[in-house]
């Protein structure tokens, strides 16, 4: 772009933030169009000439001095209205890296930009399930709200349609996903309300279901350690249906949704390897006279552009359903390769895993898309034959691919899975998978 058409569009957006100047350059004559244009912005500081006096307004504009037009407005944004401002945030991002270079902080801008910031994503996707009435083609869009109530405090929300099913009559009624308030006290921050709460590596295996947590959360940062500590209930993890209750009689049972839990967790990046650590309790579960009381450890090693990952959980209550002992560990191992960067259209990135889960590991809530591990939680009457599987091992396959920016391909795959049935011997499961295309705003 030509310079003086730049800063054309730089003086509308400055409009009425100064008085009329005098000429400052030599080679810009009062009969020019943009005269009046570049001699405002002139005499407002935001744009400078050549040693020599002249201008060059026919020359096109290079990134670099874009940025320092841009810097020279973000040092006068409070003269400007939130339009205008909104207007120089996204120039801020359009040329972060080359304010970066000019040493010009952009991080804090969303919170001088307007109280409130949108953002949002979509998803198509088709499901193949072993297990479930749910295959098929279903979509969802998400609405993420971020108010900023002062330089510590924000209030954040996530508004969902949930899954709306293309073949059937499931309209995907929109919840709240995500609600809460959260205070930075510098070094700690505490959450209170609804928010994301994940465990597990691959696809937030053990728990990661988008509704998340209710409760509150207090959180620190110590240069390469993270911690933290929360208390409240898990909004997902119900079994499908148990034939005989704790009485005998027909019901369902709810693993870790609506009871009282307290977690812990922590992780260190020591560039060479991460590693992290989490503790679960919760005084019931759905398993008779069992608690939910679990520990787990892992660790991410990056070699060039390739990463090992593993992780190790274990059920210190010996659960038990029906009078049967459940497996209380779980256990994975795998590699990856790539990081898939909405930027950069064809990154792409790849996560093989094999898996090793108990019975009695699982209380429901599964992060991953496919429905591999609802054979550990899906009952039907006893006298119909179908037990939950007491353990589940399966090779589990995550790959995204960035097709155009801000759009990527998902996929994930189970396979190869061998299970342990309650009544002996063993009862695999079928390849369960699904695909989707999503879209980030």
């Known amino acids: ?258 009871q009282d839990v307290f977690y812990a967790k922590a992780d260190a990046d020591f560039d060479a390897f991460e590693i992290y650590a989490n503790y679960i309790a919760s005084q019931e579960t759905a398993w008779d006279k069992n608690d939910f009381d679990v520990w787990g450890v892992g660790v991410v090693v990056p070699i060039s552009d390739f990463r090992v990952f593993g992780e190790y959980w274990k059920n210190t209550t010996s659960p038990e359903v029906l009078g049967v002992d459940l497996e209380d560990t779980a256990w994975n191992v795998g590699v990856g390769y790539g990081k898939r960067d909405l930027k950069k259209v064809g990154s792409w990135q790849l996560d093989v895993a094999y898996n090793d889960v108990g019975g009695g590991m699982y209380a429901g809530g599964t992060g991953l898309q496919t429905d591999i591990l609802d054979t550990l939680t899906t009952f039907s009457s006893v006298g119909d034959g179908y037990l939950p599987l007491k353990e589940v091992k399966f090779w589990n396959a995550i790959a995204e691919v960035t097709l155009m920016q801000n759009m990527y391909l998902h996929a994930e795959y189970a396979f190869a899975a061998d299970g342990d049935s309650y009544l002996g011997g063993s009862d695999d499961p079928d390849d369960t998978w699904t695909v989707s295309l999503n879209y980030v705003f």
Request: a negative charge; hydrophobic letters at 35%.
């Open 1 to 258: 772009m030509k310079k003086i058409l730049a800063m054309a569009a730089v003086a509308a957006l400055a409009a009425g933030a100064s008085a009329y100047a005098a000429n400052p350059f030599s080679d810009v004559s009062t009969s020019d169009w943009a005269y009046q244009a570049v001699s405002d912005l002139s005499d407002q500081g935001i744009v400078e000439g050549y040693p020599d006096g002249t201008f060059k307004g026919q020359t096109n504009i290079t990134r670099y001095e874009m940025a320092q037009i841009t810097a020279r407005l973000m040092a006068k944004e409070d003269q400007y209205n939130a339009e205008q401002r909104a207007t120089i945030d996204k120039l801020a991002a359009e040329y972060a890296d080359e304010l970066d270079s000019l040493g010009v902080r952009v991080s804090n801008l969303e919170k001088k930009v307007g109280n409130i910031s949108w953002s949002g994503d979509a998803r198509m996707r088709y499901q193949s399930k072993d297990n479930s009435a749910d295959e098929g083609w279903n979509g969802r869009i998400r609405i993420n709200m971020k108010g900023q109530v002062n330089d510590k405090t924000t209030v954040n929300a996530r508004f969902t349609t949930g899954n709306v099913d293309f073949k059937g009559d499931d309209n995907g009624d929109v919840d709240a996903e995500v609600l809460n308030v959260n205070h930075d006290f510098g070094a700690w921050d505490v959450t209170l309300g609804r928010f994301s709460n994940n465990f597990g590596n691959q696809g937030g295996w053990l728990y990661g279901d988008a509704s998340g947590f209710d409760g509150a959360q207090v959180a620190a940062e110590f240069s390469k350690v993270n911690l933290a500590v929360g208390y409240g209930q898990f909004n997902a993890g119900e079994y499908k249906s148990i034939g005989t209750g704790k009485d005998g009689a027909d019901e369902k049972a709810d693993g870790l949704k609506n």
